[in-house]
């Protein structure tokens, strides 16, 4: 059955896209309005995500270019969300493009903000290229030049990995306010309102450095993430928020590495800890399965090796879930398995040897940091690894592409200015 199209008006609000933010989304006062910004977005539908500047019915307009078949969605923007509304938009077409648009209300008092371009890609069985920016550790504060070149370089989406922003509170309003902080960041707001945002969390914006399933207020610090990021779920419904998403050849499995850690024993040894818990282990696995992408992703913050300090998180604290994992990618016979983490403060690119085992060599891409702090010292030797470097204000952009065949994966390590630091390449049926 076709699926019904809503459409967008070339009128002021498509030639809107292309002028600087609105008074209302310039600042990060409580009684500004902030927004549209994109969330998750497929081929069948979008989440917009918006925070008002008062309480009251928000209402965002949908249209395709040629302005016919508006669509109007309501929501209601009240202080127990912080004013944040989502609007999840569906019976959208493959490979189009709208224009979402925030109409007066009492919910937008005097602003008028800009609109956002929601790009639908293809089906997830047409063949397409797809490029997806990942990163950690960002700057509320400066270096906002990263987020230009991350558009610049062609990315569709963003995966960002943790830390981002940092916030090392576990009371709600500083929760908050260092949310808003961070998409009030000018550039990276302008890149918002045309590229979908996925994100998970690390220690950072998690409560603090080390942080684990026990911290306090975690409830709390969960409901200001569920607030700021408009995802496809969170977790359980209830708990955690782990999530996936398909892209073309690509899918992505967001794990969540703190909100259940230390805080039960392991699903697979009972004599230690968990990393995921025992419903986030079963429905990684069961979705890892069932995905019938070239190239499947595992995405934390945590790096997947030993980082070799005084800290438990990273994947060697562990390596009982870790292995175990590995054991079922082999035992179902799971291809196109990529590695990546964050959190160091260091890039890295790490070959795993483990042809015999899997079928094929495990690749880890590590990301960090997109601010300026590196941390050389965790640089360390290790013996599957092919590169890193301690770089500042970095990214990672993966393509992935089953137009060619076999279907490629490249991942590129890019710096604020745009240079070329790594690469590599794996293709579908021998990485």
């Known amino acids: 059955m076709q699926r019904r199209t809503f459409v967008a008006a070339a009128t002021a609000g498509s030639l809107a896209l292309s002028l600087p933010l609105s008074a209302c989304s310039e600042s990060a006062s409580s009684h500004s309005c902030m927004g549209p910004l994109l969330g998750h977005v497929d081929s069948e539908k979008a989440i917009v995500w918006f925070r008002a500047a008062a309480s009251g019915r928000a209402r965002l307009q949908v249209k395709e270019a040629n302005g016919r078949d508006a669509k109007v969605e309501e929501s209601e923007a009240n202080p127990e969300n912080d004013l944040c509304v989502t609007w999840t938009i569906g019976g959208l077409s493959a490979a189009q493009e709208y224009v979402a648009a925030v109409l007066p209300s009492e919910a937008t ?31 509320s504060t400066k270096h906002f030049e990263v987020w230009d070149r991350i558009g610049k370089e062609g990315a569709d ?37 045309t590229r979908p945002l996925w994100a998970s969390w690390d220690d950072h914006d998690f409560g603090g450095n080390d942080s684990d399933g026990n911290i306090p207020n975690k409830q709390l610090i969960r409901k200001a993430f569920c607030e700021y990021r408009a995802l496809p779920s969170y977790g359980d419904g209830e708990h955690g928020i782990y999530t996936s998403f398909r892209r073309g050849p690509v899918e992505v499995f967001l794990i969540d590495p703190r909100y259940f850690s230390q805080t039960e024993p392991s699903t697979v040894d009972s004599s230690k800890k968990t990393c995921l818990g025992k419903a986030q282990w079963e429905w990684l696995l069961s979705a890892l399965e069932r995905s019938t ?23 060697e604290t562990y390596a009982h879930e870790r292995e175990a994992l590995y054991d079922f990618i082999a035992e179902k016979k799971i291809t196109g398995v990529l590695l990546i983490g964050g959190d160091i403060h ?37 013996p599957a690894l092919v590169w890193g470097e301690a770089i500042p204000n970095v990214f990672m952009q993966l393509v992935a592409d089953n137009t060619i065949f076999p279907a490629k994966l490249t991942c590129r390590w890019i710096d604020i200015k745009g240079k070329l630091l790594h690469q590599m390449q794996l293709q579908s049926s021998q990485n």
Not at 124 to 135: K, T
Not at 166 to 190: G, V
């Open 109 to 139: 008092a005097e602003g008028t903000p800009p609109p956002c371009l929601i790009r639908t890609p293809a089906d997830d069985d047409v063949p397409a290229r797809v490029s997806l920016a990942f990163g950690s550790c960002a700057s």
């Open 157 to 193: 989406g963003i995966v960002l990995l943790g830390d981002t922003p940092y916030i090392d509170r576990t009371d709600l309003a500083s929760n908050r306010k260092a949310h808003r902080d961070f998409l009030s960041i000018p550039n990276l707001a302008e890149l918002l309102r």
């Open 346 to 382: 260091v890039s890295r690119h790490l070959k795993y040897p483990l042809k015999d085992r899997l079928g094929y060599d495990l690749h880890q891409c590590v990301v960090s940091p997109l601010h300026e702090r590196t941390i050389p010292a965790l640089n360390v030797p290790h």
């Open 293 to 315: 992408a070239a190239f499947k992703v595992l995405a934390t913050g945590l790096i997947w090796d030993d980082k070799k300090n005084s800290e438990k998180d990273d994947w």
